[in-house]
């Protein structure tokens, strides 16, 4: 493994705000707050250099202001890229005699303000937008009109998810909820199913039982003061479950809250069933590399039911996170790699390589070696139709009803270049945590896992927050990232499903 942050000029020094690589030819795309959209091709010819070569290809010259999220369809025919003030565009790809070119094909009009994050639906027929309008919203992008307005939400939508199976969309937003819709098909005329989704889980809230016996209910996600425009979530790519980021979790009344990242079972999306803190920095973003593995048999002790390994990558503000599902710790800590957030993960369909931006105008690569990971393992179309009535993919491990291994903390780095660090060597004798079991609330009739504000940064929805976002995209000057160890760190723990 190697990587680390590539010194070259990407967009023009402005924030590097969205990415994704091709699934065929493996190009890099970026989208900045310079309107434009650049392709790299990233390779590995240089091998005595640290960090994967990349090259500038072309760029994608039509949005009049920055691009805050892009994304190829599954075919790789296409690439969806929404921008502030509602641009929407869905670019086509085209094959000359002179090479491959990509051309504005559609625009997609009908959000009112900047659109945050999207994500295409398996077929690459439909595409799902987030927006600083409160709403989502499902398009039919081969006629281009919208199909379908989420609008429950009262704050910026800034995480979209669309399920692999197609059944569920999932969005999450600023005003402190994930919103679960499901796919109820509505008759039309001349026979044909209209695409339709209903809101089915609205989780917001956990009730927590004191030390005193007296039940309490707690945010499980951050407030609009969160020092980011995105809140990226993602589906695992067999359906499984759901990684949803922006979690803010307190054990107790009388404990600090705990930057977290929760896991969703598909057989149960109306509450958290694992969750992941790993950093004293809000985690925005995550996403799952496309390749599942062969079990490795190294690990009794994982929380996940599944025949195969997958692996995520899971972001705060100013670090990364890289887990697989058999294993109970990261395997693999990046810390000190940007001065601004983070903003964005991409992996490569072959995951051989990793990339994040950042809104300090710069973009980091790793690169893995051959079978690093593990060994790749094919997902046939049979077991992705049989995904549903599978058993539960969370399950709990054998002493759950005692408190788990006593954990050490791992803290990130002072100010210098990037550090990859593997979890044994990032640990700290002096400063452990112990990590138990503990049930995460309970479902009320309603289907709403329903703390006061803490005014730790500049709110998101403040009028200088709202204009510096449409000048530059830069943070706001509280929301800095400074490079000071963290006071500590926590290993998963499981969450009682009953």
Not at 52 to 60: A, C, G, I, K, V
């Amino acid at each position: 493994m190697r990587g680390g942050t590539v010194q070259i000029n990407w967009h023009d020094t402005k924030p590097v705000l969205s990415m994704d690589f091709h699934p065929l030819t493996g190009l890099l795309a970026t989208g900045g707050a310079d309107y434009d959209i650049k392709l790299w091709l990233v390779s590995s010819e240089n091998t005595e250099e640290k960090v994967p070569t990349t090259s500038y290809q072309s760029s994608l010259s039509y949005h009049g202001s920055a691009v805050n999220a892009l994304r190829f369809s599954p075919s790789g025919q296409q690439l969806a890229s929404g921008a502030d003030g509602g641009e929407l565009l869905i670019w086509k790809l085209h094959t000359t005699d002179a090479g491959q070119t990509w051309k504005v094909l559609s625009s997609l009009s009908f959000h009112r303000k900047d659109v945050l994050d999207l994500q295409w639906s398996t077929d690459g027929v439909f595409l799902i937008s987030g927006s600083v309008d409160n709403c989502c919203i499902i398009w039919d992008v081969n006629k281009g009109s919208v199909n379908q307005i989420l609008d429950a939400h009262s704050h910026y939508v800034q995480g979209v998810a669309w399920d692999p199976l197609g059944k569920y969309v999932a969005s999450l937003s600023s005003d402190r909820t994930c919103r679960i819709y499901v796919h109820k098909p509505q008759p039309k005329s001349k026979g044909i199913d209209k695409m339709n989704y209903v809101c089915h889980h609205i989780v917001t809230k956990v009730e927590q039982t004191t030390d005193d016996s007296k039940a309490t209910k707690n945010h499980l996600f951050h407030d609009e003061t969160l020092p980011s425009f995105f809140r990226r979530l993602a589906w695992s790519p067999d359906g499984s479950f759901l990684l949803v980021p922006a979690g803010s979790y307190r054990i107790s009344s009388v404990t600090e809250p705990i930057n977290t990242a929760y896991v969703f079972s598909r057989k149960d999306l109306s509450r958290p069933a694992l969750q992941l803190p790993g950093a004293n920095k809000p985690i925005v973003v995550v996403r799952f590399c496309p390749v599942r593995f062969s079990l490795r048999g190294s690990n009794s002790a994982s929380f996940f039911n599944l025949p195969y390994r997958l692996i995520f990558a899971v972001a705060t503000l100013n670090s990364l996170y890289i887990y697989d599902t058999e294993s109970v710790p990261p395997i693999a800590i990046f810390a000190g790699l940007h001065y601004a957030a983070i903003t964005d993960i991409a992996w490569s369909l072959d995951a051989k390589y990793l990339a994040l931006s950042s809104q300090d105008g710069f973009c980091t690569l790793i690169e893995f070696e051959k079978d690093e990971l593990g060994w790749p393992e094919p997902l046939s179309e049979k077991e992705i139709s049989c995904q549903e009535n599978e058993q539960p993919v969370i399950q709990k491990s054998e002493d759950t009803d005692m408190v788990m291994e006593e954990n050490k903390v791992m803290g990130d780095d002072k100010e210098g270049s990037p550090i990859l660090k593997k979890p044994e060597n990032m640990l700290k004798e002096e400063n452990k945590v112990m990590a138990s079991y503990r049930p995460i609330g309970e479902k009320t009739e309603d289907k709403m896992i329903e703390v006061s504000k803490k005014d730790v940064f500049l709110p998101a929805n403040s009028e200088k927050a709202e204009t510096e976002k449409r000048e530059d995209k830069k943070a706001s000057p509280r929301s800095g990232i400074p490079n000071k160890p963290a006071k500590r760190r926590i290993t998963p723990m499981a969450i009682d499903p009953s």
